[in-house]
């Protein structure tokens, strides 16, 4: 390719280092430019190309969704609860979960000797066999046996089963392993003791894991016709929950109880006996107050009844207190026409006499 001279334009041979017609060097020719592979021949065809990177979006948005349960869970816990059939039976019954063995007794029955192998009774006790027949039902005991006991003569006895044997605790047959609360019937509006709060609380029960035996007529002779229990049981909140109070807490809790009954009945004592003293105080100060007008009408009313229809004459004139006699007035009245004088004095309840 030729090359042009920048000085003079002459047009000179593509391998002349000096312009033919004015003798400038000439500039050197750069070097072409190598050609660079493309995107697409740059990498070998079986060249794996590596995947775009994603963002873990789900993963995040299950983490901050679990964040939040986990916030508004610890929120509810850590509010105090407030009264109620659910708070309370939930407490009640988490407490009598734990304490099976505590409360078993009150759903097992003592009306007959049950830790004996066997039970007689008389042909003529129409009452125990009348029961014993429904634990024959049941299947605790096998049917009777007639049995000759000498001088008592001819008798029954009922032999108990294994099935019973293994409900018998103490000598008492029971029906469950322990109770439940089926129902909150009524509690006392919580009252503060220090940092705590009070409530005694009422509640129908049931057996706990009752066994497959327990008949309507079992039923009826261990709760009576209601067909269940009732209990009561002090509850208090404590660090916002409420719970069962152990038998240490419910002492002392029944000792302070009394004790700010018995404060109360002091100040209550000691606030009659200041405002008796106050009467007296302001009785040795100023004089003792005068029967007024009315007080000495009703005193005549109750003294003679019959003077009610002298009221429209009655007026008060005066009157004056007796020294020797505490309480005690000489008060001139004008009544019927006439003026009398009165002696008139306070009776146990503070009202004015004749």
């Keep these: 390719m030729s090359r042009f001279c920048t000085q003079c334009g002459t047009v000179n041979e593509a391998d002349a280092r000096f312009c033919d017609a004015c003798g400038k060097p000439l500039k050197p020719r750069a070097p072409a430019p190598e050609a660079k592979p493309s995107a697409s021949t740059a990498l070998a065809p079986d060249t794996p190309l590596m995947p775009a990177r994603r963002l873990p979006w789900p993963w995040l948005g299950g983490g901050i969704a679990l964040l939040l349960l986990l916030a508004a869970a610890a929120w ?7 009264p109620s059939k659910e708070v309370f039976m939930a407490a009640i019954n988490q407490h009598l979960a734990q304490h099976d063995a505590d409360y078993r007794r009150k759903v ?12 007689v009774t008389s042909p ?5 066999n009348a029961w014993l027949g429904e634990l024959v039902k049941a299947g605790l005991y096998a049917a009777p046996q007639k049995i000759s006991n000498g001088f008592f003569g ?48 009422r509640y129908d029960f ?21 067909g269940k229990g009732e209990a009561r049981i002090m509850l208090l909140r404590k660090d916002g929950r409420w719970q069962v109070a152990d038998d240490g807490e419910r002492q002392a809790l029944e ?53 009610a229809s002298q009221q429209q004459g009655y007026a008060k004139q005066d009157c004056t207190a007796l020294a020797q006699q505490p ?24 009202v004015w006499q004749l």
């Design 154 to 201: 001819e008798q029954l006895e009922y032999q108990q089963t294994d099935l019973a044997r293994t409900a018998v605790v103490d000598g008492r047959l029971c029906v469950g392993s322990g109770i439940e609360a089926v129902a909150v019937t009524q509690w006392s509006p919580p009252q503060a003791m220090g940092e705590l709060l009070v409530s005694q609380v």
């Design 124 to 128: 003529f006790d129409q009452a125990s």
């Design 108 to 119: 097992c029955l003592r009306n007959l000797p049950y830790g004996k192998q066997s039970l």
């Design 255 to 307: 000792a302070a109880v009394f004790m700010q009954a018995l404060a109360k009945e002091g100040i209550e004592r000691a606030g009659e006996q200041a405002s008796t003293g106050l009467k007296a105080w302001l009785g040795r100060l100023f004089g003792p107050a005068e029967p007024s007008a009315d007080d000495i009408w009703l005193a005549l009313l109750d003294y003679s009844p019959l003077l």
């Design 206 to 226: 049931q057996p706990r894991q009752p066994v497959a035996w327990l008949t309507p007529a079992i039923r009826r002779e261990l709760f009576g016709e209601a």
């Design 327 to 350: 309480d005690t007035f000489s008060c001139r009245i004008r009544v019927g026409g006439g003026s009398e004088r009165v002696l008139l004095s306070k009776n146990g309840d503070g």
């Design 76 to 82: 509810y816990w850590l509010q105090p609860q407030e």
